[in-house]
Every structure is written in structure tokens, then in C-alpha cells.
């Protein structure tokens, strides 16, 4: 099995870089890519891991892209060198993000007033605080049962607590994968909302704007769905990947780290050629 879309402490991953490869080896994974949200600090400590416990590393991170409806989120995969433009692009988006943190609970301290930032974000000095760390927060401080009760009532788009999250230029996210030597793959396609008329033309446009890559197999869809994205990324002239979107065991039921849609094991053939250099 191999896994092509895991987050780590480094972003909002329950495991340390280091325990998710540890993880990721005992469950039988051979080939495992890191892709914290608008971060690249764990890649070095899970390189090592990876390269002790003999399993294929592949250097990646996922950004959050500028987009009118639902979400776009874009993989780099087979980072070899993260370049000054995307460090300069993820501080950008770290920024974004904290400041959408203190919208949220700028929001949150109108009901709750003792709520606080400064709490979360002590507990995390090494990694970055998102909305999946204000869930949890929201359900220790009883507000909500658990995490996906946190989004459903107060975290997801129109709710209660929700802030808008400005997201880089696409084209700009590119340049900056390149130029560190890595793939941009399209994250969970449904997220970005758009009809399956309009889809094969969109990845038209999205390989012409340089994406590479389309992760057609993702938990968050059906099978039959994700071999439909796969049969539009070969149209496309896309290479097809497969993830778990891990976060850590337990955090999402769906998301088995080596385990795709419907919780089919991850096969090497979503190892693109592209990614085994």
C-alpha cells in the first residue's frame, strides 16, 4: 500500500512527523507522502523517520487556493527543495490564517467570552492552528460533542463561527511547486463544487495553467465517483493519485492512513511515474 495525502502535528495531524511514518510502516505502507496544510516544517523530521524505517518519502504540502465556490485545495508533490517563493507564498497563507483564527474567535467570544486564542495557540507552538483545532477546543470547553458536531453547527461555511479563509492565486501556487521541484496534484475534487458537465473542461484549463496531477481517489467521494475522476484526469492528459487525507487514527472514521474511498488499501499503480524519481 502507499499513501499519497497525510497531515502531521506540523499542521493539524494528531501524529508527530516522526510517529505518523512509524504509523504508516506498521500498517504496511511503502511509499507515504507528507502534505500539511500551508506548512513544510515536518518534511525534514519525517524524511528521516522514512528513511530509518525504509519507506519511500515523498516531500509534499498542500495550500490553500483562491476559489468562488466550495474549496480548492492544491497538493505539491515531490518537493525537492522548498524554493524562496513558496516559503514567501506559505507565510503569506500563515498570516491569512491566523488572522481568520481571530475572526473565529472574535465571533466565538461574543457568545463565549472567556474563550481565547492565545490558549489554543500555546499548546501548539510547533504547529499551525486551524479550524480543526478550534473544533476540538470548542468540544473540551463543552460547546459542542465532538468535532464534526463543532463544523456542522458552528465551523463550516454559514455557520455561527465561520470566517472566510483567503486562499493564494493558483497560478502563483504553481510557480512556487515548481520551482521547488515538486507536482501540483488537484486535493479531493468534489471539494471544489463543480458540476461533472463542466469538469472535463475545467481540467483542460487546469493542465494549461501547469497542474499536473488530479487525486481521484479520496475517502470523501464513492468509488464509482472516484473512477469517474480518474477516467476525466486520463482525458485531461492528468496523472491520477489516491490518499487517505490522514489526520491520526480515530480523527476521521473514513481516513485509515493506505486506505482510499470506501476503504479500498491504496495500490502502487497511483504511485505516478512522475513521483518515483
Request: proline share 4%; glycine share 10%; aromatic share 6%.
Amino acid at each position: 500500500m502507499i499513501d499519497l495525502h497525510t497531515h502531521s502535528t506540523a499542521s493539524d495531524g494528531g501524529l508527530s512527523p516522526a510517529a505518523l511514518v512509524a504509523h504508516a510502516a506498521a500498517e504496511g505502507i511503502t511509499a507515504l507522502a507528507l502534505t500539511d496544510h500551508d506548512t513544510v516544517a515536518g518534511l525534514a523530521e519525517a524524511c528521516t523517520a522514512a528513511a530509518e524505517a525504509g519507506v519511500r518519502f515523498i516531500p509534499g504540502v498542500e495550500l490553500n487556493i483562491e476559489w468562488a465556490q466550495g474549496e480548492f485545495h492544491l497538493l505539491g508533490l515531490g518537493l525537492r527543495r522548498p524554493s524562496a517563493e513558496l516559503s514567501a507564498l506559505i507565510g503569506a497563507l500563515q498570516t491569512e490564517r491566523r488572522r481568520r483564527n481571530g475572526e473565529i474567535f472574535r465571533l466565538l467570544r461574543a457568545e463565549y467570552p472567556a474563550a481565547s486564542l492565545a490558549e489554543l495557540e500555546a499548546r501548539l507552538p510547533d504547529g499551525t492552528v486551524g479550524r480543526p483545532h478550534i473544533a476540538d477546543y470548542l468540544v473540551e470547553k463543552g460547546l459542542a460533542a465532538d468535532r464534526q458536531d463543532a463544523f456542522d453547527r458552528f465551523l463550516s461555511k454559514g455557520r455561527r463561527y465561520y470566517a472566510e479563509h483567503a486562499g493564494a492565486k493558483l497560478a502563483d501556487a504553481v510557480s512556487a511547486i515548481r520551482a521547488s521541484g515538486g507536482r501540483a496534484v488537484i486535493a479531493h475534487p468534489l471539494s471544489l463544487h463543480v458540476s461533472w458537465s463542466k469538469f472535463e473542461r475545467l481540467l483542460r484549463c487546469f493542465r494549461k495553467a501547469g497542474i499536473e496531477g488530479l487525486e481521484a481517489w479520496h475517502p470523501g467521494a464513492r468509488a464509482a465517483e472516484c473512477a469517474r475522476f480518474e477516467a476525466l484526469a486520463g482525458k485531461a492528459g492528468l496523472f491520477v493519485t489516491a490518499g487517505s487525507d490522514f489526520h491520526g487514527e480515530g480523527v476521521r472514521v473514513r481516513c485509515a492512513i493506505g486506505h482510499t474511498a470506501d476503504g479500498i488499501p491504496i495500490a502502487e499503480r497511483f504511485l505516478p511515474e512522475a513521483l518515483r524519481g
